[in-house]
């Protein structure tokens, strides 16, 4: 049974970029909505993905999301595939649970 990633939660990477998500989800499948600050504005991207009980895969522009859960927390690394060498890792503090 997949994680249950739908709703509003937060991640933070090692580049000191904080992103706010929104998420929908239908099985292992998502899509929503990230929103950041950066160069003194707001920017909303669109993201989709997938989830399992143990990893999850999103995209948002150019960067791939690479996570795992660990007791229901989630940490990764984020790769731009324009930019190979433009790489961060994150987590978010929030609990998860399966679906």
Known sequence: MPMNVE????LAQSDGLTM???LKQEGTSF?????????GGRVTESVSGKVTDSD???KR???HYIG???QGQLYGLS???QDAGTQ????????FEPL
């Open 61 to 63: 522009g150019t960067l």
């Open 79 to 81: 790769i731009d595939f």
């Open 20 to 22: 706010n998500l929104s």
């Open 31 to 39: 899509s929503g909505e990230a929103e950041f600050d950066i160069d």
């Open 88 to 95: 961060a890792t994150w987590f978010t503090p929030k609990v």
């Open 7 to 10: 709703g509003r939660w937060g």
């Open 68 to 70: 795992t859960f660990a």
């Open 56 to 58: 999850i895969t999103f």
